[in-house]
């Protein structure tokens, strides 16, 4: 896949991408630089908060092929997690209620009509990434981050702004955001980057 973090899921438009727009894009799997073509587009639902709802959107995902090794890359906005149906900002918001605001996982299940499962889920696959979150950090950070912060301080930490940390941490793992838990560091699809993230504020 590759990541256009100019776009979240209220911007993205499939139908504004051109050619040129890749130009300077490497493949993901053969790194070739500026060898695409539009491959055509596919339909995926995401989640996100209006006014306090979650409401879910149906957005027309951007494919492009590779000239070079004909692989095809889905252009994924900045704030989508590959295969979840909730946006990264929902996803940590939840993450915020529980660690930093000490609301019981069934008050959250309760208030935004989800259930009791997702938010283990989710809460779990924080647990996994937290050691290369930490990691993440300390490198990014050097200095001012302790070597053993806890999961709500990680929350925290994300949350400033998350955009700007997605794309780091994408940069540096060369893998997808954090929450995709079937993609460990042996079998996760590298990642193309298309654009700049946006500038703070601009989320």
Same mark, same amino acid.
């Given at each position: 896949m590759v990541y256009d973090f100019s776009k979240t899921f209220k911007t993205y438009?499939?139908?504004?991408?051109?050619?040129?727009?890749f130009a300077r894009t490497h493949c993901p799997k053969c790194y070739a630089v500026g060898r695409f073509k539009l491959h055509g587009s596919y339909r995926r639902h995401a989640g996100y908060f209006h006014k306090l709802e979650i409401i879910y959107v149906t957005l027309k995902i951007k494919r492009i092929r590779c000239r070079s090794c004909k692989a095809t890359h889905a252009v994924m906005p900045g704030d989508l997690i590959p295969y979840k149906m909730l946006s990264?900002?929902?996803?940590?918001?939840?993450?915020g209620m529980f660690y930093l605001e000490k609301k019981p996982v069934l008050k959250i299940a309760e208030e935004h009509g989800l259930s009791y499962q997702l938010i283990y889920s989710i809460l779990y696959v924080l647990h996994l990434? *937290?050691? *290369?979150l930490r990691q993440y950090f300390r490198e990014v950070l050097r200095g001012v981050v302790p070597p053993n912060i806890g999961d709500a301080d990680i929350v925290g930490l994300i949350k400033k702004p998350y955009l700007i940390f997605q794309s780091g941490y994408i940069e540096l793992n060369k893998r997808p955001c954090f929450m995709c838990k079937f993609f460990g560091s042996a079998n996760a699809p590298p990642i193309g980057r298309k654009a700049p993230i946006l500038p703070p504020g601009g989320q």
């Amino acid at each position: 896949m590759v990541y256009d973090f100019s776009k979240t899921f209220k911007t993205y438009d499939a139908n504004s991408y051109e050619k040129d727009d890749f130009a300077r894009t490497h493949c993901p799997k053969c790194y070739a630089v500026g060898r695409f073509k539009l491959h055509g587009s596919y339909r995926r639902h995401a989640g996100y908060f209006h006014k306090l709802e979650i409401i879910y959107v149906t957005l027309k995902i951007k494919r492009i092929r590779c000239r070079s090794c004909k692989a095809t890359h889905a252009v994924m906005p900045g704030d989508l997690i590959p295969y979840k149906m909730l946006s990264l900002f929902v996803v940590l918001v939840i993450l915020g209620m529980f660690y930093l605001e000490k609301k019981p996982v069934l008050k959250i299940a309760e208030e935004h009509g989800l259930s009791y499962q997702l938010i283990y889920s989710i809460l779990y696959v924080l647990h996994l990434y *937290a050691p *290369a979150l930490r990691q993440y950090f300390r490198e990014v950070l050097r200095g001012v981050v302790p070597p053993n912060i806890g999961d709500a301080d990680i929350v925290g930490l994300i949350k400033k702004p998350y955009l700007i940390f997605q794309s780091g941490y994408i940069e540096l793992n060369k893998r997808p955001c954090f929450m995709c838990k079937f993609f460990g560091s042996a079998n996760a699809p590298p990642i193309g980057r298309k654009a700049p993230i946006l500038p703070p504020g601009g989320q």
